[in-house]
């Protein structure tokens, strides 16, 4: 009689339908969710593509990068790690470096530098980042502490003077310095420089449009051997400075290349951020 029990219950186990897909995948909290969504969200990745499409479409090479503080979503471009002529954006590294060295005491800034220093980032003033570079130790003194605030692609040419004007650098490295900027305790000063600059540095990042409160640091000239133009531009967009942007063109073209460069970077923030953003 066991014996006949048990080969019923072994012929009746047989039988049964085995569990389908849904049966194996376990309790609903188990199971895989719809993709996340995308942090750019769906308007800002199609402008993404738009900007980048343009940049693709004009002279020359350029690097972007675009990051929002908020999520945390990047998107670099092919060229984002190239190496180009920095200009005068390490000018917004030099602010840093001395306004944390007055920090840790180890220098004092007068009323003299501290004008210096304004006209560095408001106007580009070569002449002022002339001598707050030679006063305060050139490259011995900055050219050390720039990685430590995110430049750690930066090179200085064997062909030119190591000073500031003669840096090589990338998109990928003006990112890290103003998320650097935006991080640290003078975040509120130097954002209120670079939301003010003078005309001369109303483009690039400043495409943005008014409505997006943008802040920036350019840099411009014709460092290529060939004299051809690099046009750059570092900064900021969005309530709470939330996107920065950092855009690094070199032109490849010679007369006329500022122009060139400074109209395709000022359309690349124009087409990332023009109306995205409403008063």
């Not at 019923?8 to 995948?25: H, N, Q, T």
């Not at 580009?124 to 001598?131: L, P």
């Not at 460069?261 to 087409?271: C, D, F, S, W």
Request: hydrophobic share 40%; glycine share 12%.
């Amino acid at each position: 009689m066991g014996k006949l029990l048990l080969t019923a219950l072994l012929a009746a186990f047989a039988l049964a339908p085995s569990p389908g897909p849904a049966d194996r995948s376990g309790s609903a909290a188990d199971r895989p969710g719809p993709a996340a969504a995308d942090p750019f969200g769906a308007d800002l990745r199609a402008r993404i593509g738009r900007a980048q499409a343009y940049a693709d479409s004009r002279p020359g090479v350029t690097g972007i990068v675009l990051r929002d503080r908020s999520t945390g979503a990047v998107y670099r471009s092919p060229a984002a790690g190239t190496l180009i002529w920095a200009c005068s954006t390490p000018k917004l590294a030099m602010a840093v470096d001395l306004l944390e060295r007055e920090d840790a005491k180890a220098v004092t800034l007068t009323a003299e530098d501290r004008d210096l220093l304004h006209r560095m980032l408001h106007s580009s003033d070569d002449d002022a980042a002339h001598a707050l570079w030679t006063r305060f130790g050139g490259e011995a003194e900055f050219g050390r502490r720039f990685p430590a605030y995110g430049m750690t692609d930066m090179r200085f040419s064997d062909r030119h003077p190591h000073h500031w004007g003669w840096i090589r650098t990338t998109a990928n490295d003006l990112d890290r310095l103003i998320g650097y900027v935006l991080a640290g305790r003078h975040r509120d000063h130097l954002a209120g420089e670079l939301r003010t600059v003078d005309p001369n540095q109303q483009w690039g990042v400043w495409g943005a449009g008014a409505a997006a409160r943008p802040g920036n640091k350019n840099g411009w000239s014709d460092d290529n051997d060939d004299g051809s133009w690099i046009m750059n531009s570092v900064g900021f967009a969005g309530p709470g400075e939330r996107y920065t942007l950092a855009l690094m063109n070199d032109t490849r073209v010679v007369s006329g290349g500022d122009a060139v460069g400074r109209e395709t970077t000022t359309k690349i923030a124009e087409i990332l951020f023009g109306g995205y953003f409403h008063t």
